[in-house]
């Protein structure tokens, strides 16, 4: 069964420390995502990604996020300079229709730990 | 900003039992999808709703859309221990993202 796949699984960074996060999403879907976890709180939006441009953003992704889909088949996220409150699980996720009507598919996550 | 509460955000029942979880917005949902996730893992979808008043069963399952398209519930008839996880509601209200409810957590002691 296709299947949305990232890495790392965990990278631990010092703060002021740049990071790429890499997605491959399924390879139809035309809808990407990031969302992120941290430790015991919800599930949060942060940037959706069609027809390589950014289609919408939260609040959380500031100047320090992008997104770049370099190749047709990788999707990343790039945080330029981390600080401590980014230490979080990023959820890469994908479907094949916009968000309202299609299924999003995760992949694992990854862990990200600032130190 | 629209907000997802669900509840209860703890239960713990005997296997064999039956339950439902809640999911409710005071915004209406352009659709609205259930997740299950276990520790370390992504969210993995169980089933999208998208019309008022839709129900759907998964197996032991059952999924139902409020009228109003404000509301979902999720009712597991049976309860195994399998089914223990942290169950996530999220919707969309029209736009690209989805906004997660906090979850249930499900314990089923067997």
């Known amino acids: 069964e296709p299947e949305v796949t990232q890495t790392p699984s965990h990278q631990v960074t010092q703060m002021g420390q740049e990071v790429i996060l890499r997605c491959v999403p399924i390879?139809?879907?035309?809808?990407f995502y990031w969302y992120r976890q941290i430790l015991g709180q919800k599930v949060e939006f942060l940037v959706s990604?069609?027809?390589?441009?950014?289609?919408?953003k939260s609040e959380i992704f500031d100047d320090q996020f992008s997104v770049e889909r370099p190749d047709g088949s990788n999707f990343t996220l790039k945080i330029r300079s981390t600080k401590l409150e980014d230490s979080a699980m990023y959820f890469c996720?994908?479907?094949?229709?916009?968000?309202?009507?299609?299924?999003?598919?995760f992949g694992e996550g990854s862990r990200l730990t600032v130190l | 900003t629209q907000l997802l509460e669900q509840s209860p955000q703890f239960l713990s029942i005997q296997e064999g039992e039956n339950l439902t979880v809640y999911c409710n917005s005071s915004?209406?949902?352009?659709?609205l999808q259930w997740y299950r996730q276990e520790p370390g893992e992504g969210p993995v979808l169980l089933v999208t709703?998208?019309?008022?008043?839709e129900v759907k069963k998964l197996k032991r399952l059952t999924f139902q859309f409020g009228d109003a398209r404000k509301d979902s519930s999720l009712h597991i008839t049976a309860a195994q221990p399998g089914d223990t996880g942290l169950y996530l509601c999220?919707?969309?209200?029209?736009?690209?993202?989805?906004?997660f409810g906090t979850g249930t957590r499900l314990t089923i002691i067997p």
């Open positions: 996720a994908s479907s094949a229709a916009r968000a309202n009507t299609g299924e999003l598919f």
């Open positions: 390879s139809n879907h035309l809808y």
């Open positions: 990604f069609y027809n390589n441009e950014i289609s919408e």
């Open positions: 915004s209406v949902f352009s659709s």
């Open positions: 709703v998208v019309t008022g008043g």
């Open positions: 999220a919707g969309c209200f029209g736009n690209e993202k989805l906004t």
